[in-house]
């Protein structure tokens, strides 16, 4: 079965990214590209086996990046799907694993809607995954004759994550409305209250991921457009009657923090005060006018 990698590029590290390209190309069939860069980095996959790159040339949110990679992919036959981001490298034999956790868990009776590795930050060695309360059920399943720790989440990084196409098609597109924060959460959230599919993180398998910009402040820096989308798709996805109530409660109160801290310590102090203003007033403004898809 044809197994398809779609990575959202937006101003990426060529370095990394190539990397990145030649560890995953003798692991997939396919490699699709889509960038939301404003001028064309074309030249530089021009020589890449397997590569396909498409330019938006201006910046349309990962939703719609990752439909666009989808609709490609699904044209080209591609079962397997894998969703990666630009500055992570892959291990050598990471699709292989969680294509085989994925059919060992679907061979076991679970429902799965999408499979990823176990996302370590690489600065201190600690998982990405910030509580405990996203962890639901934890099992064990036997993969190539050994015993893999599994949890059920609530949902899943879209980095590294695999689904298939037969999922996509039953669950549905990104929500591209939401444009970058929250759309994988509202996808696997989604899947499980639409189809009564699961989320899966085997921990036997790990990925180096970096989440934000560490500061020697208390709270990672967001770039004020990010403050805007984090704020107003809160209030959006918070209003929603399919939204664990444990991811509301845990961003409740980050948000608050960040209220008080991003304009009094984190500069552009003004610019993040507007930003987050903006995205509280454009929240209680779409979150009833903004349709699920589901």
Request: glycine residues 6%; positive net charge.
């Amino acid at each position: 079965m044809k197994k398809g990698v779609i990575i959202v590029l937006y101003h990426p590290d060529l370095e990394t990214l190539s990397k990145s390209l030649d560890t995953l190309s003798p692991q997939v069939d396919l490699i699709c590209l889509v960038d939301n860069t404003s001028l064309s980095c074309a030249e530089a996959f021009s020589g890449k086996d397997k590569v396909h790159y498409i330019p938006l040339c201006k910046n349309t949110g990962i939703a719609f990046a990752q439909n666009r990679g989808i609709d490609f992919l699904r044209q080209q036959g591609c079962h397997y799907v894998l969703f990666c981001d630009q500055d992570s490298v892959s291990p050598s034999n990471l699709v292989t694993g969680l294509i085989a956790t994925f059919e060992a868990l679907s061979q076991a009776g679970f429902p799965v809607a999408v499979v990823g590795p176990d996302p370590i930050e690489p600065r201190n060695g600690k998982t990405c995954y910030s509580t405990s309360s996203i962890y639901i059920t934890p099992s064990t399943i036997i993969v190539d004759g050994i015993p893999h720790h599994i949890h059920e989440m609530h949902s899943i990084i879209s980095s590294y994550s695999l689904t298939t196409m037969d999922i996509l098609d039953q669950v549905g597109p990104m929500e591209e409305a939401l444009f970058i924060d929250g759309v994988d959460n509202e996808w696997s959230w989604r899947a499980r209250h639409r189809c009564g599919l699961r989320s899966y993180l085997d921990h036997n398998l790990r990925i180096h991921h970096v989440m934000g910009t560490e500061t020697s402040l208390p709270l990672r820096k967001s770039a004020p457009r990010r403050l805007y989308y984090q704020y107003r798709n809160f209030i959006i996805l918070s209003h929603r009657s399919y939204t664990p109530s444990y991811w509301t409660r845990h961003c409740l109160w980050t948000y608050i923090l960040k209220f008080f801290f991003y304009p009094l310590f984190m500069s552009p102090r003004v610019e993040n005060f507007r930003n987050i203003i903006r995205g509280i007033r454009d929240g209680f403004r779409l979150r009833g006018k903004l349709t699920p898809l589901i």
